[in-house]
Antibody, heavy 117, light 111 residues
Framework: EVQLVESGGGLVQPGESLRLSCAASGFTFRSYWMSWVRQAPGKGLEWVANIKDDGSAKHYVDSVKGRFTISRDNADNLLYLQMYSLRAEDTAVYYC??????????WGQGALVTVSS | QSALTQPPSASGSLGQSVTISCTGTSSDVGGYNYVSWYQQYPGKAPKLMIY???KRPSGVPDRFSGSKSGNTASLTVSGLQADDEADYYCSSYGGTNNPYIFGTGTEVTVL
């Protein structure tokens, strides 16, 4: 059974940093592109970043470029999102999701990140 | 990176059909056959319902179907059931500089 479990969410002040993790199991993690998708409270979905199966390519939505870094550890089946210089508008539930056929076929339960003073 | 346009709400009676539109541009929806649709219940993670415009993942009922014409994609839910009441989001590939764009979301109500 495919499972994606996020961790690392919490309350931080504007300008601070936070790292999200996503533990993957039930599939060959190193064979799949992975994404982070977020959803602000009461709002729609927004794709944040993705990373190629071997980590050699990464893409970001414009609003997080230079502040967020996606990475992965294929030995331990872990996906990360390092977030710097957090802003109030980064407040959201962050989902990790497996990419397949240019879509996301499996999603984690989400991790809430709240940026507030 | 503007969101794809969906109607905020749609509704249909039990057993009837509802169609949700998703309008983009020739740089995203119209340019690639990579439109996907997601169902989301409140407080839950999204679930993939349609990928590559019209393909259904294993386990998704054939009451759900997708199509595309020009810059607009559509999701049709036939034989509406009570548990089809949820939010639905479309997404499209938008090229290497703008890989993924979501729609604004549609709340479906079953009457």
């Amino acid at each position: 059974e495919v499972q994606l479990v996020e961790s690392g969410g919490g309350l931080v002040q504007p300008g601070e940093s936070l790292r999200l993790s996503c533990a993957a199991s039930g599939f060959t993690f190193r064979s799949y592109w992975m994404s982070w998708v977020r959803q602000a409270p009461g709002k729609g979905l927004e794709w944040v970043a993705n990373i190629k199966d071997d980590g050699s390519a990464k893409h970001y939505v414009d609003s997080v470029k230079g502040r967020f870094t996606i990475s992965r550890d294929n030995a331990d089946n872990l996906l990360y999102l390092q977030m710097y210089s957090l802003r109030a508008e980064d407040t959201a539930v962050y989902y990790c999701a497996r990419e397949a056929s240019v879509s996301w076929d499996y999603w984690g339960q989400g991790a809430l990140v709240t940026v507030s003073s | 990176q503007s969101a794809l346009t969906q109607p905020p709400s749609a509704s249909g009676s039990l057993g009837q059909s509802v169609t949700i539109s998703c309008t983009g541009t020739s740089s995203d929806v119209g340019g690639y056959n990579y439109v996907s649709w997601y169902q989301q219940y409140p407080g839950k993670a999204p679930k993939l319902m349609i990928y590559e415009v019209s393909k259904r993942p294993s386990g998704v009922p054939d009451r759900f179907s997708g199509s595309k014409s020009g810059n607009t994609a559509s999701l049709t839910v036939s034989g509406l059931q009570a548990d089809d009441e949820a939010d639905y989001y479309c997404s499209s590939y938008g090229g290497t500089n703008n890989p993924y764009i979501f729609g604004t979301g549609t709340e479906v109500t079953v009457l």
